[in-house]
């Protein structure tokens, strides 16, 4: 059963190099890779995906590190869309209205 104990969102967090234009290139790729994924962005380096369950995050997590480029550091984070629910967002000094999770699933 579905609840938002077991729904689950990916964070992929990452600082790459971008000095040399391969490195560019490279960080420009991982980029367009996660969006390809389904990841949004966030921020600039801060992709969210919205996964059914552990077993889909680690799927998507061996995906990621298959697209990983050279250098650079990448994290990845996982919470449930109960904790998701709760992060605080701010735009300046004001707080943004809470955070809308997905009405439907995508399906692959």
Same mark, same amino acid.
């Given at each position: 059963? #579905?609840?938002?104990?077991?729904?689950?969102?990916?964070?992929?967090?990452?600082?790459?190099?971008?000095?040399?234009?391969?490195?560019?290139?490279? %960080?420009?790729?991982?980029?367009?890779?996660?969006?390809?994924?389904?990841?949004?962005? %966030?921020?600039?380096?801060? /992709?969210?995906?919205?996964?059914?369950?552990?077993?889909?995050?680690?799927?998507?997590?061996?995906?990621?590190?298959?697209? #990983?480029?050279?250098?650079?550091?990448?994290?990845? #984070? /996982?919470?449930?869309?109960?904790? /998701?629910?709760?992060? %605080?967002?701010?735009?300046?000094?004001?707080? %943004?209205?809470?955070?809308?999770?997905?009405?439907?699933?995508?399906?692959?």
């Amino acid at each position: 059963m #579905l609840t938002g104990y077991r729904l689950m969102w990916m964070m992929v967090m990452f600082d790459l190099p971008v000095v040399e234009e391969a490195e560019r290139k490279a %960080a420009t790729r991982f980029r367009k890779s996660l969006l390809d994924q389904g990841f949004e962005m %966030a921020q600039f380096s801060v /992709y969210l995906r919205h996964c059914t369950g552990p077993e889909q995050a680690e799927t998507l997590t061996k995906r990621v590190q298959g697209e #990983l480029p050279e250098g650079g550091k990448v994290d990845i #984070l /996982y919470f449930t869309d109960k904790q /998701y629910e709760r992060i %605080a967002t701010f735009v300046g000094r004001k707080r %943004a209205g809470t955070r809308q999770n997905p009405d439907q699933f995508n399906l692959f």
